[in-house]
């Protein structure tokens, strides 16, 4: 597959790095420095130049790209590119646009006035996962698939979860009628695929796929203290904290926004009809004790600033919030949150990363979500007629080692997977496993060769 990549920032060289594994990756940027960045590390041919200036493009195969990636951090010069890219002859175009009221105007004129083909804003993607996520507290990271009928969630075991010292063969249907299914464990860094004779332990991180139904019982199965979040704290009034405040309001009574920038806390005042907004900083102890923060379930910091939101959420641990959760655009921070006290991390770059690798993994491949500290991702695939995956009960299909089938969504009903299933042509099927097993997977669902 032919795709080029304009723009070498986090998303930019991160999909390059992805794609460049199984594909023909051209990368067009136009700051030199970040370019000699990815040509060092990555095996992409590397263009120097504005991906909006028809004589760079042009320079690259856009006539017979399969996909064009637009994630510069302008975007109209992302709208440009896809546009001029459509012109050309190219077959997909992928475009990355954060101006909320500029990306309803292309929805609404695309395939008019403009050529793109889907639109990926970041921050959307973030305060929608964050909503998720608060739905389903405890829960480190979320996904969910099947229109959100199937729900992926990750947990840490606490010494004092009934999960603690439990053996896998014992969670069986008879004594949890609300049904769910373990697919892997993380232990001292190490992913695995568990047995039923594998032994739960206290630190393990479980990844769990459940129908939306089971998870009520089992988020209280977990950890018998859970709750309802009723107070949040969002400091940061930009696109996700707004998003996010409206989206909160509409489901529950107390939502308060902190901004120290006099004109977002006076724009948000005005654009939220529920939530409470406060101009200040959340990384002062004083503008957080007059929040409430001793009281409040959540605290969600989502500024620009990826230090502000570190700072203030240590604070507000330490002042009493229960849960505190934090985006970040810097990969490093992915990886220290365990040992400061941070409860959950999302970086909106890389879930844009995962939404347009839906597109790219190819054909079958309808949802695809990657993990922090994990070399794994799950997938939503639909099988083809004839393809491999339908031709007899699981049991007996040479499923790759390195993955594992964790439900099927049949007739609007959840089934989670057992030896005796049998897939059917058109279900969606949720796979999870390591990036190296994704082609060999994909193999199992396709009749035909693939690119």
């Known amino acids: 597959m032919r795709i080029i990549i304009v723009g070498a920032g986090v998303i930019g060289s991160n999909l390059a790095k992805e794609l460049s594994r199984d594909h023909e990756v051209y990368l067009v940027e136009a700051d030199k420095a970040a370019a000699a960045k990815v040509e060092e590390k990555l095996d992409v041919k590397v263009v120097i130049g504005n991906g909006s200036d028809p004589s760079v493009l042009t320079s690259v195969p856009i006539h017979n790209a399969d996909l064009v990636i637009a994630v510069t951090t302008s975007d109209e010069t992302n709208v440009v590119v896809c546009s001029l890219a459509g012109a050309y002859g ?147 009034a930009g696109q996700v904290g707004l998003k996010l405040a409206a989206l909160l309001s509409s489901e529950m009574d107390d939502v308060l926004l902190l901004d120290e920038h006099p004109d977002k806390a006076e724009t948000a005042a005005a654009s939220l009809e529920k939530a409470r907004v406060i101009q200040g900083s959340a990384c002062e102890s004083d503008i ?109 299909i040479g499923f790759p080692k390195d993955a594992i089938i964790g439900a099927v969504f049949r007739n609007n009903e959840v089934i989670l997977a057992h030896g005796e299933l049998t897939i059917q042509t058109g279900e969606k099927v949720i796979v999870f496993c390591r990036e190296a097993a994704v082609q060999k997977v994909r193999k199992l669902f396709n009749k035909r060769q693939l690119f």
């Open 288 to 396: 957080l004790r007059e929040s409430g923060i001793e009281t409040a379930d959540a605290f969600i910091a989502v500024t620009n600033a990826d230090h502000l939101n570190l700072v203030s959420a240590v604070l507000a641990k330490k002042m009493g919030a229960k849960t505190v959760l934090i985006t970040t655009t810097a990969p490093d921070f992915m990886a220290v949150v365990d040992c400061m006290n941070i409860d959950a991390v999302i970086n909106p770059r890389f879930l844009a990363v995962d939404q347009i690798l839906r597109f790219v993994r190819g054909k079958g491949i309808s949802a695809v979500s990657s993990f922090s500290e994990c070399d794994a991702e799950a997938l939503e695939l639909v099988p083809e007629e004839g393809s491999e995956i339908t031709q007899g009960p699981l049991k007996k």
């Open 90 to 236: 190219a077959k997909y175009k992928v475009a990355r646009v954060r101006n909320a009221s500029l990306a309803r105007a292309l929805e609404k004129y695309r395939g008019k006035a403009f050529d793109i083909d889907e639109i990926i804003n970041p921050e959307e993607l973030a305060a929608k996962m964050i909503l998720h996520g608060l739905k389903t507290p405890g829960a480190r990271e979320v996904a969910d698939f099947a229109n959100g009928k199937i729900l992926f969630r990750v947990f840490d075991i606490e010494a004092k979860s009934p999960l603690d010292g439990m053996k896998l063969a014992s969670l069986q249907e008879e004594e949890f009628p609300w049904p769910f299914l373990i697919v892997a464990v993380m232990r001292n860094h190490e992913v695995f695929f568990p047995k039923g004779d594998a032994v739960l332990q206290a630190e393990d991180r479980i990844y769990v796929l459940l129908p939306q139904q089971s998870a009520g019982e089992f988020l209280t199965f977990v950890d018998p203290d859970v709750r309802k979040y009723k107070k949040v704290v969002i400091y940061g």
